[in-house]
């Protein structure tokens, strides 16, 4: 296992565009997370999920963003009639869902709306 | 007010010299975590801790519960510890975690 994976690396894409990331998960953790990173801070949830459900969706997560996990491995996030405002880092994050175990990070999407 | 603020949010120091950089919630927390981010955006994970102190190589993080206060040490810096260094808890109440806005670390040769 490679870690968490995410693609594509880089996003640059014309207002009023959609968009979507994806992000594979270390295969055993049942937890995956979404982020949301604008220059000079620190990440923000946006949402996550639990096997294929969906537990929990920031107020960052606008009718535009919609993610999902459809089996429970990989995820996707996607975002309809892109803003400038969306442009950003998104992380992906997936943990074993315990108490004990951290999480392990993507390297991220960079995306870029001009 | 954030629920997770750190200190200093930028940080230049000579190779070698001792580094801490603080970490304050407000929060009921099951675990904090500190995390190191390169340019580029990937997210290293370099401590989980609930009580203590742990270290690695020239790592020590600590955390006092009681003042819901986090340190993170680096002894003998040098210029690849050059990254941000993030604060992030998992409260009580959640899985997700909630960050601190980061520290810019730059060390020089």
């Known amino acids: 296992d490679t870690g968490v994976s995410q693609n594509p690396r880089h996003k640059i894409t014309k207002r009023g565009q959609n968009v979507t990331f994806r992000c594979d998960p270390i295969s055993e953790h049942n937890r995956l997370y979404w982020y949301r990173q604008t220059l000079g801070q620190g990440p923000e949830f946006l949402t996550y999920?639990?096997?294929?459900?969906?537990?929990?969706k920031s107020r960052l997560l606008s009718d535009r963003f919609s993610a999902e996990r459809p089996k429970g491995s990989f995820s996707t996030l996607e975002i309809q009639r892109t803003e400038q405002g969306d442009s950003a880092m998104y992380l992906c994050a997936s943990s074993l869902g315990s108490f004990y175990y951290g999480y392990t990070f993507g390297s991220g999407t960079r995306l870029t709306v001009v | 007010k954030n629920e997770v603020e750190q200190s200093p949010q930028n940080l230049t120091a000579q190779e070698g010299e001792f580094i801490t950089i603080n970490c304050s919630y407000s929060?009921?927390?099951?675990?904090l975590h500190w995390l190191q981010q390169h340019p580029g955006g990937g997210i290293v994970s370099l401590f989980m801790l609930s009580s203590g102190k742990k270290k690695h190589g020239r790592l020590i993080a600590t955390i006092n519960i009681q003042e819901k206060h986090s340190s993170l040490h680096i002894t003998a810096s040098h210029p690849r510890d050059s990254a941000v260094y993030i604060c992030a808890v998992r409260k009580t109440s959640g899985s997700r975690l909630t960050f601190g806005e980061g520290t810019q670390l730059t060390v020089n040769p």
């Open positions: 999920f639990q096997n294929e459900a969906q537990l929990e």
């Open positions: 929060v009921g927390i099951s675990a």
